[in-house]
T-cell receptor, first 112, second 114 residues
Framework: LAKTTQPISMDSYEGQEVNITCSHN???????ITWYQQFPSQGPRFIIQGYKTKVTNEVASLFIPADRKSSTLSLPRVSLSDTAVYYCLVGDVQGSARQLTFGSGTQLTVLP | DGGITQSPKYLFRKEGQNVTLSCEQNLNHDAMYWYRQDPGQGLRLIYY???????QKGDIAEGYSVSREKKESFPLTVTSAQKNPTAFYLC?????????????FGPGTRLTVL
């Protein structure tokens, strides 16, 4: 199973773009990359998922280089309400979701 | 409104008592999951169910039990055998048990053992 490594914490200011990078050096061919967001005392919420290159939705972008050994979640123009823990998960699309591991994640703090 | 609900939001239990946490979804999802989260930690999988009348142990199933008699319900029982049950419990569901399927989480139940 691919193991992921993320920074423990990051600080940013309102209005800035935030990039959170996740390393997954032993990612397998069929693995997809998924990001979730969790606010205190709430369940995580799906943000974005991708396999290669770039994926964009209404809240974030996901950049995946050609070797797929890392991925970067990009949050444009963050606000105070984006303060949360962000989880990077990697798993084989042909397998059960039980393989997805929510590690400690990255605590993003947005400052005024 | 479609969604996933958990009750109660807060639960207090005396040592030695069993307690059951409720999880209901009206999303018509086949797969359901129970996770445990300790302060400052990630989520750990307790049990999951890919389809009604079937469930599998996750990484930390000892001291817990589940049932899946109905598609929309997946209750978790924390038994007295669970050594350190105080934690935040999260239930989730997804259309199918696949990696590329979005998991929808409930609001959680915070269990405290007195």
């Amino acid at each position: 199973l691919a193991k992921t490594t993320q920074p423990i914490s990051m600080d940013s200011y309102e209005g800035q773009e935030v990039n959170i990078t996740c390393s997954h050096n032993n990612i397998a061919t069929n693995d997809y990359i998924t990001w979730y967001q969790q606010f205190p005392s709430q369940g995580p919420r799906f943000i974005i998922q991708g396999y290669k290159t770039k994926v964009t939705n209404e809240v974030a972008s996901l950049f995946i280089p050609a070797d797929r050994k890392s991925s970067t979640l990009s949050l444009p123009r963050v606000s105070l309400s984006d303060t949360a823990v962000y989880y990077c998960l990697v798993g084989d699309v042909q397998g059960s979701a039980r393989q997805l591991t929510f590690g400690s994640g990255t605590q993003l703090t947005v400052l005024p | 409104d479609g969604g996933i609900t958990q009750s109660p939001k807060y639960l207090f239990r005396k040592e030695g008592q069993n307690v059951t946490l409720s999880c209901e979804q009206n999303l018509n999802h086949d797969a359901m999951y129970w996770y445990r989260q300790d302060p400052g930690q990630g989520l750990r999988l307790i049990y999951y169910s890919q389809i009604v009348n079937d469930f599998q142990k996750g990484d930390i199933a000892e001291g817990y039990s589940v049932s899946r008699e109905k598609k929309e319900s997946f209750p978790l029982t924390v038994t007295s055998a669970q050594k350190n049950p105080t934690a935040f419990y999260l239930c989730a569901s997804s259309l199918y048990d696949t990696v590329d399927g979005e998991q929808f989480f409930g609001p959680g139940t915070r269990l405290t053992v007195l």
